[in-house]
């Protein structure tokens, strides 16, 4: 046994070859090709709306905590965000009646722990007020429901 342990372990390090070093420092110095100032393929998040909204679709009353962002490309972050600004009361109208109007099951992240369904509604009426194209993904980081109906 002693005398297979000094064999493998001969084997191996004539065998094997160190681990090559990782390149991460150079990679990170290099970066992806573009100059500081340069903002193109870079992508921003930018709040649409955080308010609160209720919901009696099933019979029983949700009042839901909702956050919203979408991800956009950099050259686009402040024209979206002029347009969120000026059209505040128009988008928290659709979102209010996509919320109003889906099923607690699908937004209380039992039916669909992604939001995939607030997510693309939300998306088209914000396609519809900003463009097609300028949207890349809709971000639900809150959508919490209370019980309001006890």
Known sequence: MLMEAVVLFAGFKFLGSKPAPAAAIELAAEGDGHTKGDQKGKTAEVQV???????????????????????????????????????????????RTIIAE??????????????????????????????DGVIDEVLVPRCIPFRTDY
């Open 49 to 95: 709306v955080e308010f609160k909204a209720l919901n009696r679709a099933s019979g029983r009353t949700f009042l839901y905590d909702v956050s919203i962002y979408v991800v956009v490309k950099s050259e686009q972050e402040q024209r979206l965000k002029d347009i969120f600004k000026d059209k505040k009361a128009l988008i928290e109208d659709r979102i």
């Open 102 to 131: 889906s099923d607690p099951e699908k937004l209380g992240g039992g039916a669909e722990p992604g939001l995939e369904t607030l997510r693309r509604q939300v998306k088209y009426h914000l396609d519809e007020i900003v463009g």
